[in-house]
């Protein structure tokens, strides 16, 4: 079974701080993991991948696969990246077809 | 690009009534969607994955036979939740993976706004 575990409900960080919102999985292979952002009255949408190795404004986020970890992490927190934070992996069910499982969330919460 | 529509965005009914919630890829071809439910304050459940032109496969403890799903084309994928309850109410989301040139699907998930279902 996948799981995706994120620790923290909320998290509340000054302007400028830095950020670091935390997921951890259980995946008996080799998983696909993302971050999707929900702001305020707007959809889900994708953030990042591991896949992809890339920055998107200014969030990055590495596969520690020893620590099972896929932690997002941002140097200096922008009010405008207040939002609901929702990790998630993919990966192949023991019926053979892929599924996609989200975390419950992170809501953070960057305070001027 | 990589727009997904769900119609409508919010329905009350009536218990006992049956929903039909439509979900569109509109500048992309998806040879899968995936239909999730949100309660409040909660992580979205996936409730089931259709590909296009045949039978939806459903998460364990999802009713198929109450939550009918089609997937008629590579655009629409249509959820029913037949005889409404009240503990149906919900927020339905769905989202959509294209398909790509070689074939090979996408890994990324593209998401309606949402259908937000009160039932009565």
């Known amino acids: 079974a996948q799981r995706v575990t994120q620790p923290e409900k909320l998290l509340s960080v000054f302007k400028g701080a830095p950020v670091e919102l935390k997921c951890n999985y259980s995946?008996?292979?080799?998983?696909?993991l993302f971050w999707y952002v929900q702001y305020s009255r707007q959809r889900l949408q994708l953030l990042l991948r591991?896949?992809s190795r890339e920055s998107i404004k200014g969030f990055t986020a590495d596969l520690n696969k020893g620590e099972t970890s896929f932690h997002l992490k941002k140097p200096f927190a922008q009010e405008e990246d207040s939002a609901m934070y929702y990790c998630?992996?993919?990966?192949?069910?023991?019926?053979?077809?892929?599924?996609?499982?989200f975390g419950t969330g992170t809501k953070l919460q960057v305070i001027p | 690009g990589a727009v997904v529509s769900q119609h409508p965005s919010r329905v009350i009914c009536k218990s006992g009534t049956s929903v039909k919630i439509e979900c569109r890829s509109l500048?992309?071809?998806?040879?899968?969607m995936f239909w999730y439910r949100q309660f409040p304050k909660q992580s979205l459940m996936l409730m089931a994955t259709?590909?296009?032109?045949?039978?939806?496969?459903?998460e364990q403890g999802v009713e198929k036979d109450k939550f009918l799903i089609n997937h008629a084309s590579l655009t629409l994928s249509t959820l029913t939740v037949t005889s409404a309850h009240p503990e149906d109410s919900s927020f339905y989301i769905c989202?959509?993976?294209?398909?790509?040139?070689?074939?090979?699907?996408?890994?990324?998930?593209?998401f309606g706004p949402g259908t937000r279902l009160t039932v009565l």
């Open positions: 989202s959509a993976r294209p398909g790509t040139s070689g074939g090979r699907a996408s890994d990324t998930q593209y």
């Open positions: 995946y008996s292979g080799s998983p696909e």
């Open positions: 591991h896949i």
């Open positions: 998630a992996l993919s990966g192949i069910n023991s019926g053979g077809y892929q599924k996609v499982t």
């Open positions: 500048d992309f071809q998806a040879t899968t």
């Open positions: 259709s590909n296009e032109g045949s039978k939806a496969t459903y």
